[in-house]
């Protein structure tokens, strides 16, 4: 194989979904949800697609910072970058100017997620996989050479990661086959918008569960006392065994967080999800310590692994939030998957935004399948919007994403929909009042 990457197209992506209040919470109360949607293409034709979630204004800056990375990925052999998609990775966070930016964190880091999750749909394409299957398959010291262990080798060994890999190799067949039976569990935040009446939400809980989902979740944060309404009425909606989830969107500060789940505390909410600053680890661990047995969750907003770390090192969370275009994409996922099987912590990626579903349900099913080999308190969230601007949507049955089987990752919009949506000059914005 001599074929080159020939081009990387990037485009500002926006749906105008502040208009229906869909995606609204205590920090987003008019998001636009918008892919910084990114297309590289090769010698011979074959294409990857990948994108970076942002929810509207700035997605142009997004693109920009896409654009900086096109010197390190046009002109490159396809079959060097798929022999080591490890060092590309290192490469695409580690550019000696770009780095300036981050280091690893932030719109450039986001930069780098869309590309390296574009290099891992073309290699799912390649060998004909979807990217679940591609990671699942790979032997342990593939997977170990995925991971950059300078920054974490305090916490995870090369090889405490292929311990753990070699410990889950045994029951993958299995497990890959159940996986394909049943699918991966899943949750919905549908019903919870912040933006939604309380007649909405009642019937879109019961919806939920009558569709097969043991979890939902509530947008919470703005107002004290409508939370505890909010939560009784979810709570009288869906009974006592379904796990109701709550999200703050980083609405609180430390002990504000504490006063405010007080009186939440007895409609029994199953995590608290973003209660402060995503960047505040040992906050995290104080409300931890003060609000069990409700538990911590966070991650959409953790900027790289090594935050990641140190959540983990300081007991800050008890459920890890991986976000499929916030870290420097699959690749990096990898290496939080393994410090997360490393400490016991379940991962329950974030998704809904635009192809976060589609993308973030490969991590977790290859972690099923090969990582930490459970799905124990482990679901994927699911929202309900703009699945069908994609060419390979998700597909629920009964509370459960299906394993996708379309070779990739899932990120590849329909054109159509590129052409509508492009920011500012797709008629859907030209058209708008
Ligand atoms: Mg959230």
Redesign the pocket.
Known sequence: MTEQIVSLDVSDVRFPTSRELDGS?AMNPEPDYSATYVTIRTSDSAQGHGLAFTVGRGNEVQAAAVAALRPLVVGRSVAELLADPGAFNRELVGDSQLRWLGPAKGVIHMAAAAVDNALWDLAGRLAGKPVWRLLAEMSPEQLVSLVDFRYLRDALTPEEALDILRGAAPGREERTRRLLERGFPAYT?TPGWLGYTDEKLVRLAREAVADGFRQI?L?VGADAEADRRRLSLAREAVGPDVRIAI?A?QAWGVAEAIDWLRPLAPLDPYWI??PTSPDDIMGHAAIRRAVAPIRV?TG?HCQNQVMFKQLLQAGAIDVL?LDASRVAGVTENVAILLLAARFGVPVCP?A?GVGLCEMVQHLAMFDYVAVSGTTENRVI?YVDHLHEHFTAPVTLRDGHYLAPLTPGLGAELRPESVAAHRYPEGPVWRELP
């Open positions: 919470d935040t979740k947008k999200d969107n999800e973003e969750a959409e939030q974030h809904g969230e």
